[in-house]
């Protein structure tokens, strides 16, 4: 007879993980009773151990949705919290703390909790049932039990109470019936008193006419009747605990009952109350059957008719999808890999170089207005040979021979090796993060993370000795330049280009400049700016405004900008003239390096160039093209935990709502199955094909 509700607890348990399933919810046994009726006592008379919070402040704040599983080939018992991941429980007094705790969680203001807690209780000794104990009715409010808590508590147990549940009401037999909270509340989901079962508690309390009187009243007929219990032993009694910590005696129970003929004839004994209710169950998940079958039916037609047409049938898993994910990354990189090779990592490298070379240059030589621009003292400006005269220099002027000796020690000297391997770390983990929003990983937080991650680590792991390396072989340049006429005539074409580009950059600032405050504007300030540089360069003293003051009708603010105004005009004219410079006759020879040092330092950041792009090659990207590649099989893979991956796929939205149709159509399809195998065995036992 107990096969249906235990299959029907596995189907229970399939359909409450099929999402928004509230339709699909089979029967349960829920009980209610006031604050203190007993009902604790009841739930724990039939489970056989203490495991319920207790404590005067202690109200039930979440339903517990106790599931009950007979294991009659087992003598171990233990419980279960399905959503908590704490695995067996063998120590009861651990199920009662967490039940505490789990209580303890909903907020004050909140009150109470409609989010059921689930706990899955084995054991030889419990029948199978479920049952949902539900917060007990509170009878007076006060101080620390708001109105809110008593109206909140009703609102919940009305919710449970509705059909096809059976309903477990629970009232003591020295409190009037007529004030019982849970026959009231009963009563008005079940005038006809067909599913609701009255529990008496405290039967000992009261003597056998009454109690016989109570378990027979008239005044709310139920069809399934009541019946009277002893669940807790009035302390010196008859009845007492025994000697196993938890466990609770029921011998003595019916030898109470058994002591009163008042009690022949009437249900009385815990023990019968389980009987009765397994029994009503039974038969309760043997009616819902078909209405079951047929609702989970309809909604799986549903589940499988849009899987066909938003995903056209199409099958998605959370590890097929993370799978199918990294294909795709590894692949892109792989094409990645091919285009970002040795000439790659040389233009990157180049570029920051020439940078260099140009904010050396721009120190070193073109510094005239700059410097000028930063108050710098006349004495120092007259010592300085004017830029001018660089052109027609001798080649063996010791000024500019040291000039460029020091110009070439600072480029050799910036330390290329940590520069350089610097420069590509960064933009390969750049490159990694681009490359991973251009996959399906594009909307998974945690796989840019990891990417990240593995691409920094195996980086940064060969960081110094890459770093090393280079600087190691670069080490000859930083006492000895050896060019021939290829490669100057290389350096001359390249520095052009630069200084050209340089120049267009000027002047487009200039002109936006311009554009921005009116070139009329700008060429007054320019000019009052000019004049004042030139006093100041005669030894003659100038009154600067302060900061938001003004001066001759010009602001501090428009002052700035006439001495950017200016510095640009001074650079573009010195640019023209380096330009005409390098394209001279006397540039055209390396032997004048002296009088060319935007070619000779040019010279020199390629040399540095070629070699360290040759050492980041080998010890930097093939390394990584090798290794990159298995360690995301590593974080992605073998590192995972199922719930993990599934986290991660569910982490976009699209895909989450794919995986979960799919899951959806597939537990529907599973309960399905099983409704169907327990109807087939129930027309078999009705037809008498099977012993009961
Ligand atoms: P709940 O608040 O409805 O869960 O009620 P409890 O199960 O905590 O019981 C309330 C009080 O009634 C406790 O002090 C129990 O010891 C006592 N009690 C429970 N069942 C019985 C019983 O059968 N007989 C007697 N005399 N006391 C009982």
Not at 361 to 368: G, T, V
Request: neutral net charge; glycine residues 4%.
């Amino acid at each position: 007879i107990m096969l249906l509700t235990k299959k029907m607890i596995e189907i229970r348990a399939i359909l409450s993980r099929v999402q928004e399933s509230e339709a699909l919810q089979l029967p349960s046994i829920v009980v209610i009773g006031s604050q203190s009726s007993g009902k604790s006592s009841v739930l724990e008379a039939i489970v056989g151990h203490e495991f319920l919070p207790k404590g005067s402040n202690m109200v039930t704040r979440r339903p517990i949705e106790l599931t009950l599983i007979n294991t009659p080939d087992s003598a171990s018992e233990y419980g279960e919290f399905p959503a908590l991941n704490m695995g067996k429980i063998t120590d009861f007094s651990m199920i009662q703390r967490t039940l505490t705790e789990l209580n303890l969680a909903v907020p004050e203001k909140e009150c109470i909790s409609d989010d059921p807690i689930q706990l899955h209780i084995y054991s030889p000794n419990v029948p199978d049932l479920n049952l949902t104990d539900l917060p007990g009715y509170i009878q007076v409010s006060s101080h620390d039990q708001p109105i809110a808590l008593k109206t909140k508590i009703q609102k919940l147990c009305e919710k449970y109470i509705q059909p096809p549940n059976i309903i477990l009401a629970i009232s003591a037999a020295d409190v009037d019936l007529a004030n019982s909270s849970a026959l009231r509340a009963s009563r008005r989901v079940d005038p006809q008193g067909e599913r609701t079962i009255g529990v008496i508690t405290k039967m000992d309390l009261v003597d056998p006419i009454r109690g016989y009187n109570v378990l027979n009243n008239k005044e709310y007929p139920l069809s399934m009747g009541y019946v009277g219990v002893i669940t807790r032993a009035p302390s010196g009694g008859l009845f007492r605990r025994s000697s196993r910590v938890g466990e609770l005696v029921s011998a003595n129970e019916s030898a109470f009952f058994s002591q009163a003929p008042e009690y022949n004839g009437c249900e009385v004994g815990t023990n019968l109350l389980k009987e009765k209710l397994m029994y009503t169950l039974e038969k309760t998940l043997a009616k819902s059957l078909i209405p079951t079958f047929d609702a989970v039916q309809q909604e799986l037609e549903e589940a499988t008719y849009m899987f066909k047409v938003e995903y056209n049938d199409r099958s998605l898993t959370p590890s097929t999808y993370l799978a199918s994910s990294l294909d795709a990354f590894k692949q892109a990189f792989k094409d990645f890999s091919k285009s970002f090779d040795r000439d790659e990592v040389k233009n990157l490298l180049r570029c920051e170089l020439d940078q260099r070379v140009l904010d050396l240059l721009a120190q070193r030589y073109w510094n005239k207005p700059i410097v000028e621009l930063q108050n710098m003292t006349v004495g120092d400006f007259a010592q300085d040979v004017p830029l001018s005269k660089l052109s027609t220099a001798s080649n063996d002027d010791p000024h500019w021979q040291r000039k460029l000796d020091a110009s070439t020690s600072t480029l050799t000297k910036l330390g290329i090796g940590r520069l350089s391997t610097n420069l590509v770390i960064n933009s390969l983990v750049s490159d990694m993060e681009r490359l991973t929003s251009n996959t399906s990983f594009a909307g998974h937080p945690f796989a840019y993370q990891t990417i990240h991650d593995a691409a920094s680590s195996l980086l940064n792991m060969r960081y110094y000795s890459t770093a090393e390396q280079v600087e190691n072989c670069i080490k000859p340049f930083k006492y000895e330049i050896d060019m021939d006429d290829r490669e100057w005539a290389h350096a001359r074409d390249h520095s052009y280009v630069l200084l050209k580009e340089e120049l267009r950059q000027c002047e487009q600032a200039l002109s936006s400049l311009k554009s921005n405050i009116g070139s009329r504007k700008l060429s007054q300030v320019m000019t009052f700016v000019d004049k004042t540089r030139e006093q100041r360069m005669n030894g003659n003293s100038v009154v600067t405004p302060a900061e938001g003051t003004e001066a001759y009708g010009f602001s501090a603010a428009l002052l700035q900008k006439g001495r950017e105004g200016l510095f640009l005009k001074d650079r573009t004219e010195v640019l023209k003239m380096r330009m005409a410079a390098i394209k001279s006759r006397q540039c055209k020879n390396k032997d004048n390096k002296y009088n060319c040092p935007e070619i000779f330092l040019n010279v020199v950041a390629d040399k540095m160039t070629q070699t360290a792009v040759l050492f980041l090659n080998v010890e930097l990207l093939n390394d990584f093209y090798h290794n990159f590649p298995r360690e995301l099989d590593m974080r992605f893979g073998q590192n995972l935990t199922k719930d993990q991956i599934d986290k991660f796929a569910k982490e976009d939205p699209k895909i989450k709502r794919h995986i979960e149709l799919q899951e959806r159509k597939e537990l529907l399809d599973e309960a399905l199955h099983k409704i169907k195998d327990v109807i087939a065995l129930q027309g078999a036992r009705e037809r008498g094909e099977l012993g009961q």
